[in-house]
């Protein structure tokens, strides 16, 4: 169910409306049995996945104290059953590249949301054993918890302990709530609407066929591409984040003006912040304070480097999880160990900040572009295709996609996107602003936003509410 589609705005209307028709003690079910829903309109076989995930982690929860090996098989269930769904056809096609090596390859598909809602059971999981949360003994509850809807596909990766007594609590109605979370989540309908699914009309056909165009085209794309991942994922956010904030509830941020980073560390500061701080906790310091991480800091004898060296191994070990998180592909990989280089670098050579902060950010962006192309492509061929197409210049007589029109207004809702992020990074929030006007001009901005939606948002007969970017991953 697209979170654009009308079948969706219905959904949402249904689930407001009961939300605050029943009593409060009531509602936390209402919640759980429309996320039920919502997983199944997907297709009734994959509840068996989330069900077994639900079933392992509560349990784990319950008898986590009786020994460690509760925790170790709860997480080789869970973690065991993604990567054989989601790794195991990538896994066998290159064992079958080996000589006298021929094994079928299975055909799994994934189930939607699964990346996510198994980073949330992980996370419950380690915060029970590391008593940081007390165990739920309602296993409706904890499914309330996994399955949310606003948060399975997409994220953000929220911590138990921060959103279920969200969940459980009944809020009240409140107007100006309502309001404030009505306009984030129109705004997210344009940023998806307008910019999003019209730049993907550019983007697709040239990393499709990047020798059909030239140079300047094909750099085009790639910010175009850049433009188009954020606007998405934030829009996707923001529609989650508005419809939750009516009903009281708060999801975990997931961007802070990306795009202004002046390093590519604080760029990953920055977005998709519930990821990376989840690879932080569960990952990055397990790695740091492991056992072996030890013994190996007591070979190299001198503190500073061995520091050195157990941070330089967990962010590798990091940003290779990063990548095959992403996707079961080696242009992810590589754009993961990409990633972890350049972090890595910045951790062993502490670059002096010695440009102009404009400079800076310039320098990240365009090391950011350099990454997307990795990302993008279908694979590292087409990537390497990619970056030797933009040497080369001079007419190409293909169609871009989008008319002088479209590119007018992709142009100009881009620009209302960068305004709002200068706001942003100026520490003032865009949608306090918009409530701090004037009644009378707060309607029209509405209006603005509504028509434009309407009227500019990228619909049609070749249309298909196009799927979210993340949907996945």
Known sequence: MIFTSLKFLTFAVLTLVGYFALPKKLRWIWLTALSVYFYLCVGLKYGVFLLVSLLSVWLCGLYVKKGRWVLVLTLLVNLGLLAVLKY???????????????????????????????????????????????????????????????????????????????????????????????????????????????????????????????????????????????????????????????????????????????????????????????????????????????????????????????TVIALAVVWTATGIWHGSAWHYIAWGMYYGGLIIASELIQFKRHLPKPLQVLRTFLLVLFGYVIFRSDNLARAWEILVQLTRFGDSGANLGLDTPDLIVACVATAILLVHDILRIRGKRPGELVAALPLPLRWVLVYVCVLSVVIFGVYGPEYNAASFIYFAF
Request: positive net charge; aromatic residues 16%; hydrophobic residues 45%.
């Open 88 to 310: 195991a056809a990538f896994a066998v096609t290159n064992l079958n590249r080996l000589p006298f090596v021929a094994i079928p390859v299975p055909e799994f598909v994934a189930p939607l949301g699964m990346s996510f809602y198994t980073f949330l059971s992980v996370s419950y999981i380690m915060d029970v054993y590391r008593e940081l949360s007390e165990p739920q003994k309602n296993p409706l509850k904890l499914l309330l918890y996994l399955s949310f809807f606003p948060h399975i596909t997409q994220g953000p990766i929220d911590r138990y302990e921060t959103l279920a007594p969200q969940l459980f609590e009944g809020h009240s109605f409140d107007y100006a709530r309502c309001a404030v979370g009505l306009r984030r989540a129109l705004w997210g309908f344009f940023e998806k609407l307008v910019i999003a699914d019209r730049l993907g009309l550019l983007v697709d056909p040239i990393f499709a066929a990047p020798g059909n165009y030239n140079g300047m085209e094909v750099l085009i794309a790639i910010f175009a591409y850049a433009i188009q991942i954020y606007a998405d994922f934030a829009g996707y956010m923001d529609i989650a984040c508005g419809l939750c904030e009516v009903l009281g509830i708060r999801l975990t941020e997931n961007f802070d003006a990306p795009y202004f980073s002046a390093s590519v560390p604080e760029f990953w500061r920055r977005w998709h912040m519930s990821l990376g701080s989840f690879f932080r906790d569960y990952l990055f310091y397990p790695v740091l304070r492991s056992g072996w991480m030890r013994k190996l800091k007591k070979k190299v004898g001198d503190r500073k480097k061995a520091n050195k060296l157990a």
